[in-house]
């Protein structure tokens, strides 16, 4: 597998790998042994839907039992009453990392999707099909996953090229089919926290990439504030007992006074200045 994918299995997923995933457009792609779990499940299912033993939601309702053409009725009726669209577009980093969890999430192999689904999910996310997505504050997850499964059956809209456009028409250009989705396919599809979690992964990101700013900040200002660059040096830290500072200093680029010409005409320039008026 090359390194410009990321693979996903039941294995547990690190932030570094979250974060390289969005800053190195990393592709997705599930592993043999996720593979091999979701045919199976897939399978076991099938031979039991076979036996015509009843399963309450999916291949019955209200103890009336469901013809086939009625089941995948049942997952186009699912996907598009769950797919509530109002309120604000998600950010499209929030989407990707939305569609790469439940990828990650159904390549433990036991939600009982087909394989062909799940293919089709990378694909999307390799091809940088991305699902348009809105949402508000009071929406949970179900709302969230059925808007991002649509395209799946050539319904909602899309971002591919860079254009916005109906999922139909991205689809007709990649020369791909509107999935007819299986028995309970629907369900592993719109349940799960991806989005919440997606959310999370997100903000810690940003706060991640604000706190290198604010450290890589902090040399500057203190010199331009004419303090004394000492206390950023490691020597001077190490004899504290602190492991916050510990946690901190080697984030922080040390500017060498002498040698900082930039810094040096700076100073002259604020030497006479009021200090607030940089807060301004």
């Given at each position: 597998?090359?390194?410009?994918?990321?693979?996903?299995?039941?294995?547990?997923?690190?932030?570094?790998?979250?974060?390289?995933l969005?800053?190195?457009?990393?592709?997705?792609?599930?592993?043999?042994?996720?593979?091999?779990?979701?045919?199976?499940?897939?399978?076991?299912?099938?031979?039991?839907?076979?036996?015509?033993?009843?399963?309450e939601?999916?291949?019955?309702?209200?103890?009336?039992?469901?013809?086939?053409?009625?089941?995948?009725?049942?997952?186009?009726?699912?996907?598009?009453?769950?797919?509530?669209?109002?309120?604000?577009?998600?950010?499209?980093?929030?989407?990707?990392?939305?569609?790469?969890?439940?990828?990650?999430?159904?390549?433990?192999?036991?939600?009982?999707?087909?394989?062909?689904?799940?293919?089709?999910?990378?694909?999307?996310?390799?091809?940088?099909?991305?699902?348009?997505?809105?949402?508000?504050?009071?929406?949970?997850?179900?709302?969230?996953?059925?808007?991002?499964?649509?395209?799946?059956?050539?319904?909602?809209?899309?971002?591919?090229?860079?254009?916005?456009?109906?999922?139909?028409?991205?689809?007709?250009?990649?020369?791909?089919?509107?999935?007819?989705l299986?028995?309970?396919?629907?369900?592993?599809?719109?349940?799960?926290?991806?989005?919440?979690?997606?959310?999370?992964?997100?903000?810690?990101?940003?706060?991640?990439?604000?706190?290198?700013?604010?450290?890589?900040?902090?040399?500057?200002?203190?010199?331009?504030?004419?303090?004394m660059?000492?206390?950023?040096m490691?020597?001077?830290?190490?004899?504290?007992?602190?492991?916050?500072?510990?946690?901190?200093?080697?984030?922080?680029?040390?500017?060498?006074?002498?040698?900082?010409?930039?810094?040096?005409?700076?100073?002259?320039?604020?030497?006479?200045?009021?200090?607030?008026s940089?807060?301004?």
């Amino acid at each position: 597998m090359s390194y410009n994918y990321l693979p996903l299995d039941r294995k547990q997923l690190h932030f570094d790998q979250v974060k390289n995933l969005l800053d190195f457009d990393q592709l997705v792609s599930i592993t043999f042994y996720a593979h091999e779990q979701i045919e199976n499940c897939r399978n076991y299912l099938d031979k039991k839907l076979a036996t015509d033993e009843l399963f309450e939601g999916i291949n019955v309702i209200n103890t009336v039992k469901l013809t086939p053409e009625e089941i995948t009725q049942l997952q186009y009726n699912i996907l598009t009453n769950n797919a509530v669209i109002s309120g604000d577009e998600i950010a499209k980093a929030i989407v990707k990392l939305t569609l790469m969890l439940k990828i990650k999430s159904l390549s433990y192999g036991q939600s009982g999707i087909d394989i062909e689904t799940v293919k089709r999910l990378m694909e999307m996310y390799n091809n940088n099909v991305l699902p348009i997505i809105f949402a508000t504050d009071g929406y949970d997850d179900k709302a969230i996953l059925s808007q991002l499964s649509l395209p799946l059956i050539g319904l909602g809209m899309v971002y591919f090229n860079g254009e916005k456009m109906p999922s139909a028409t991205a689809l007709k250009i990649l020369n791909w089919q509107p999935l007819q989705l299986k028995s309970k396919e629907a369900l592993a599809l719109i349940n799960g926290n991806q989005y919440t979690c997606a959310c999370g992964l997100y903000q810690l990101k940003m706060a991640e990439t604000q706190l290198q700013a604010a450290n890589n900040n902090a040399p500057q200002a203190y010199e331009v504030f004419d303090k004394m660059m000492t206390v950023f040096m490691a020597e001077a830290n190490n004899v504290v007992d602190s492991p916050q500072i510990f946690a901190e200093q080697d984030s922080i680029i040390y500017l060498p006074l002498p040698t900082n010409q930039i810094m040096v005409e700076i100073l002259e320039l604020l030497r006479s200045s009021d200090t607030f008026s940089l807060i301004k």
